[in-house]
């Protein structure tokens, strides 16, 4: 896998250079956000590391820069620790958001799940010409989700809201599916962590509630996602 590593901080980006070595990833790291966007087709990177503060421009405006043009995945690696930082940096495209100081095991640990699920979800969408297999009534193998005006596709990951499409990420996605997938039921987050993030991760769990929050932001309404205090979320259909 090659990583492109964008980071102003030069120890930072050796021990995240080192760790990438260790794992036995291959890297470039660059300084400036423009040197990252050069870099999208000069190494052609499978996964970016983004950092947000950047010396020339913010690193939620390269984000977003690379998504307009490319869906290679990327995860944000920033001391911002505030929900609205990741709340825009998940909404111009970023597929996860780690926040400094972190453990290389958790960094190449949200490496590998994220390229797990974007490379299920191209799968899933260079099978797009393919029929779904049905019975006599067409309910058979059908692959839309209904939950009143929401469609998922699980097949094309494709949303839409009110027949309107709707983009999410990789990872976004993925969280819209698994909570869906039992309306009305309560998640708790340590299963969510699990199940969608693949990590047994017990310290905070910001990420988690940046992309909730992100997903509730793109559906419109705070309503499909309920917090559960204590607990969790449950997914439901808003009156």
Not at 12 to 33: Q, R, Y
Request: glycine letters at 10%; aromatic letters at 6%; hydrophobic letters at 45%.
């Amino acid at each position: 896998m090659r990583v492109l590593v964008v980071e102003d901080d030069g120890p930072v980006a050796s021990g995240i250079i080192d760790g990438l070595t260790m794992a036995a990833f291959e890297s470039l790291h660059v300084e400036t956000g423009r040197a990252a966007l050069a870099a999208m087709t000069s190494f052609a990177p499978d996964l970016v590391l983004l950092d947000l503060g950047l010396p020339d421009m913010d690193g939620s405006e390269v984000c977003r820069s690379i998504r307009s043009s490319s869906q290679t995945p990327i995860i944000v690696v920033s001391a911002r620790d505030e929900e609205i930082d990741r709340v825009v940096a998940l909404e111009m495209g970023a597929d996860d958001y780690v926040v400094k100081p972190f453990g290389m095991r958790e960094l190449i640990a949200r490496i590998r799940a994220v390229s797990r699920r974007t490379s299920a979800g191209s799968a899933a969408g260079s099978g797009a010409g393919d029929a779904a297999v049905g019975g006599a009534d067409g309910s058979a193998g059908r692959t839309d989700r209904v939950l009143g005006s929401l469609v998922i596709d699980t097949r094309t990951q494709r949303v839409s809201l009110a027949g309107t499409e709707v983009y999410f990420t990789p990872t976004e996605f993925d969280l819209l599916v698994y909570l869906s997938r039992d309306a009305g039921a309560v998640h708790r987050r340590a299963d969510i962590l699990h199940d969608v993030w693949e990590t047994t991760w017990h310290g905070t769990t910001k990420t988690l509630d940046a992309h909730v929050a992100a997903i509730r932001k793109k559906l419109g309404n705070p309503g499909w996602i309920e917090s559960v205090r204590g607990v969790g979320f449950r997914f439901g259909v808003p009156e």
